[in-house]
């Protein structure tokens, strides 16, 4: 009778991706907190922030 085979960990995050969502905060942290300094609108900055750390999301990978 075969051994039975220990599960597998789950894989962790790449070192590549942390950085990547790491630099997605950052990008969306600082939009909104720009945003929301000038403006003093909270909706405004909140679309700044996600649409900031969206872009980051979506060309960073394509860069490193």
Request: proline share 11%.
């Amino acid at each position: 009778m075969p051994e039975p085979t220990s599960p597998t960990p789950p894989e962790r995050l790449s070192l590549r991706w942390a950085l990547i969502l790491l630099a997605a905060v950052v990008a969306g942290l600082m939009a909104g907190l720009l945003t929301f300094a000038q403006s003093r609108n909270w909706p405004a900055a909140l679309l700044a922030a996600l649409g900031a750390s969206g872009a980051t999301l979506v060309s960073l990978p394509l860069l490193l």
